[in-house]
């Protein structure tokens, strides 16, 4: 079942969303050779608690099988769900992290993927690519298009210049649960899938790699690669649907303001 929000509801996400990019923040501040991924994550945790929240990852279950951490942390070649740990970023990373937040009964989740000193061309230009087709995907999220559309607009934007859909992964609805119906792939076809109506809410989150679209899943039942061993990035909005425009609820302001004034985050 799909869960249309009430306007109440949208401002409490809206706050959520907040909280959540100073999350982000915070977490950018931090960006550098040296740092380990299990540091950010600590970072996130405490800032999420601080802010009387809860982090909407940690302990997720799937199967049984927990999320440890507060933040998903995908660097190069990993796609998403990368679990923090003792890794140390190093000059020429991209580093994918995506957050969740809980608090007064809503969840909102967002991505960032930042690169990381010296990166190369092709690299920056898959992260400025996949951002921009985040925004061309929440162009169609309105009153009236369906599911497909966001899809189409995501997918053609990113393979007209050679770059690949992640297909075994998509966005989703967001509310109450972290995942909610409907799922929201990044490919389709125009006028395919569940018609958007207003106040629904989504994730949307564009997935691709600058190789072939192949991936695999690790042992640790959470990480996925691409198969190719090619970077890959990840961007998410939490959206609602409304009649001209859709409504972010999400941010990235504060993340662009730290970029803005880092010595080692490239701003793409």
């Known amino acids: 079942m799909i869960y249309l929000k009430t306007n109440s509801d949208l401002e409490i996400i809206r706050a959520n ?3 959540l990019g100073q999350t982000h923040a915070e977490v950018a501040k931090l960006l550098k050779p ?3 991924t299990k540091e950010l994550d600590k970072v996130a945790y405490e800032f999420i608690k601080d802010n009387n929240s809860i982090p909407s990852f940690l302990n997720y279950n799937v199967s049984g099988n927990k999320f440890p951490a507060s933040l998903c942390i995908s660097v190069n070649d990993v796609v998403v769900h990368g679990i923090p740990n003792n890794y140390q970023l190093k000059d020429g990373d991209i580093v994918s992290i995506d957050c969740g937040v809980f608090k007064n009964g809503f969840h909102a989740d967002s991505a960032y993927t930042y690169a990381i000193g010296n990166v190369n061309e092709e690299t920056l230009r898959l992260l400025k690519t996949t951002k ?9 999220a309105v009153l009236g ?4 559309d966001i899809g189409f607009a995501i997918q053609s934007y990113n393979e007209k210049v050679g770059f ?7 966005g989703h609805g967001v509310g109450k649960s972290l995942h909610e119906k409907p799922e929201v792939a990044n490919y389709g076809r125009r006028g ?4 958007l109506k207003e106040n629904m809410v989504i994730a949307i989150e564009p997935m691709v790699n600058q190789g072939k679209k192949a991936i695999h899943q690790e042992n640790d039942g959470w990480t996925i690669r691409t198969q190719d061993r090619k970077p890959s990035a990840h961007f998410e909005h939490t959206v609602a649907i409304k009649k001209d425009k859709a409504d972010i609820l999400t941010t990235f302001k504060f993340i662009e303001e730290v970029i803005a004034k880092s010595e080692y985050i490239v701003n793409i």
Do not use: F, N
Request: charged letters at 25%.
């Open 34 to 36: 040296g740092i380990t």
């Open 17 to 19: 969303g907040v909280i």
């Open 145 to 148: 298009k369906r599911i497909g």
């Open 132 to 140: 921009e087709s985040l925004y061309q995907g929440i162009e169609q």
């Open 192 to 195: 395919d899938g569940a018609k």
């Open 164 to 170: 690949t859909i992640v297909r075994e992964l998509v």
